[in-house]
């Protein structure tokens, strides 16, 4: 049977690249779609990379894993914490390969640093890794560094400012080497099957929509494919979510602040950023003298998060500006609402109330904010639903929800970010037995168990997803074949490498806009 390779196209669908294809910008690309199955993959809420690609993974909704988000807030504890890989605990695609005898490898997935020993190599991604001890075995590490140049992250960090020509050029030459080193890897490691993920794919489009940068990047990629479309290899293309262009920017606890839900005191951030004194400010001072490169090495990030972001105060800051005694609700950011009572009944009152008046507020073009509004057992099933957030809204198309806090809008239009995520992305098979369809619309777990399907291996019982079968030729042996299922792994999947990461981590994050 061909190796089966996964091309993961974070933020990707169809209707961002479907111009460029009928420009014949994306050769490579329209050729799969033309020749195999394709559709949506529609991502679980919120449509966001944490959790996402691990939603993939495992084929299981976030209350079987027990991450929402970038961040979680507990309002009991007063705390706020990241996840990292050894937070999920459940058996993931590869391992349910070793265990049937197929050596994997894993590039670049999300969420999945400290890596961990597969039969094959991982190499783990960010945003949420360190630039070192980032591949397992370790020894791969120096070798794809020095045969590709191989780097977790861009040297500079990407923002939509004029002066960012030289950074979108490294997140582009990136996105190749990505590409190249799995490649390499699939043939020299004698893989059965590969997953790669082009995460600073998003990035792009985050801070320019479909501008040239974006597009250049694609059209790069596409080029980057020709092995693996010219290769013997059943392929899927796929997505964790998809994209659209922002209309408005929803500030959350300034709306929360307005309506009487949070109260917030003055600290040395709110001030600073009402005399005008903010990290985009000063770095933009920075990278005017040409000093980026020697300052950010030498300044710790606790010192630049004493100064606000233009949006407010930051995420070091913002649990130390609640007023906890007169606070019913605190926001993370894309959707996610955390309550703060004493009892069922405070808290049910506090929520009906919120959905009510979330469900007329409204952004600047007069539209409705939130497309639907959601309890947490209404969305996600699983053993870890009580670590959810208790209120999760779905932003309408266009909107960009953001979890800082300080003076300023409650609403306004882009001024950084000018692509935000919805739950529509991309899917694509191509290879044997497949057939020439339009799939409508999966869920992104329904790609795990169907490439363990087309593996011609069982899958596990406690999966959400379901084999795609209408993927594959009428009568074609995969399309015929029972599908079989299995207990799940117990012990596998889980990380053996906790350990704190260091404040770069943190920084990665709030750099490229996904914590504020």
């Known amino acids: 049977m061909n190796p089966t390779v996964v091309i993961g196209l974070d933020g990707a669908n169809w209707p961002l690249i479907e111009p460029w294809i009928e420009e014949g910008r994306l050769p490579n690309i329209a050729r799969l779609r033309e020749s195999g199955a394709s559709g949506i993959s529609r991502s679980h809420l919120p449509p966001v990379t944490c959790p996402n690609w691990k939603c993939y993974a495992s084929g299981k909704n976030p209350g079987k894993l027990g991450v929402y988000w970038w961040e979680r807030i507990d309002t009991d504890e007063r705390t706020m914490a990241l996840p990292d ?15 049937a005898g197929h050596r994997t490898g894993v590039v670049n997935l999300p969420m999945s640093y400290p890596p961990r020993k597969v039969d094959g190599v991982m190499v783990a991604g960010g945003p949420r890794s360190r630039e070192d001890e980032y591949t397992e075995p370790p020894a791969l590490q120096a070798e794809i560094e020095d045969r590709f140049d191989y780097r977790v992250h861009p040297a500079n960090v990407l923002t939509s400012n004029e002066d960012s020509d030289r950074a979108v050029e490294m997140v582009q030459d990136l996105l190749e080497t990505r590409l190249e080193t799995a490649h390499a890897l699939l043939e020299e490691r004698d893989l059965d099957f590969l997953h790669v993920t082009l995460f600073h794919l998003n990035v792009l489009q985050h801070y320019f929509w479909d501008g040239p940068e974006t597009r250049e990047a694609w059209e790069r990629i596409d080029a980057a494919l020709e ?34 839900y949070l109260s917030t005191e003055s600290s040395l951030a709110s001030r600073l950023h009402g005399m005008g004194f903010t990290q985009e400010r000063v770095a933009g001072i920075v990278r005017s003298l040409g000093l980026e490169q020697y300052i950010r090495p030498l300044v710790p990030r606790r010192i630049i998060e004493r100064f606000p972001s233009d949006d407010g105060v930051v995420r070091q800051e913002k649990l130390k500006l609640v007023d906890w005694a007169n606070t019913d609700v605190i926001a993370s950011g894309q959707g996610l609402l955390y309550v703060n009572a004493a009892d069922d009944a405070e808290r049910e009152s506090i929520l009906t109330d919120l959905e009510a008046d979330l469900a007329e507020a409204t952004g600047t073009t007069g539209e409705p904010i939130t497309g639907a509004i ?41 001024a950084d970010w000018r692509g935000e995520n919805i739950p529509d992305g991309l899917v694509l098979f191509h290879g044997e037995d497949v057939a020439a369809t339009d799939l409508g619309s999966i869920k992104i777990s329904d790609i795990t168990p169907t490439v363990l399907h087309w593996m011609g291996e069982a899958v596990p019982e406690d999966v959400d997803g379901e084999v795609v079968l209408s993927a594959f030729a009428d009568g074609s042996p995969t399309a015929t074949r029972a599908v079989r299922t299995r207990s799940p792994l117990p012990g596998r999947g889980s990380g053996s490498a906790r350990g704190d990461l260091d404040s770069d981590v943190e920084e990665r994050l709030e750099d490229i806009g996904y914590l504020e």
């Not at 890989?85 to 265990?99: H, I, Q």
């Open 85 to 99: 890989s050894t937070d999920f605990t459940s058996p993931e695609l590869w391992d349910y390969l070793n265990d």
């Open 374 to 414: 959601y309890r947490p057992e209404e969305i996600y099933e699983g053993p870890y639903v009580d670590l959810a957030p208790d209120l999760i809204f779905d932003q309408r198309p266009g909107v960009h929800t953001s979890g800082a806090m300080g003076d300023g809008p409650v609403t306004s239009e882009p």
């Open 227 to 260: 092995p693996f479309v010219e290769g013997e290899y059943n392929l899927v293309l796929m997505s964790d979510h998809g994209c659209t262009e922002i209309d408005t920017v929803f500030y959350a606890n300034r709306w929360l602040e307005e309506n009487g």
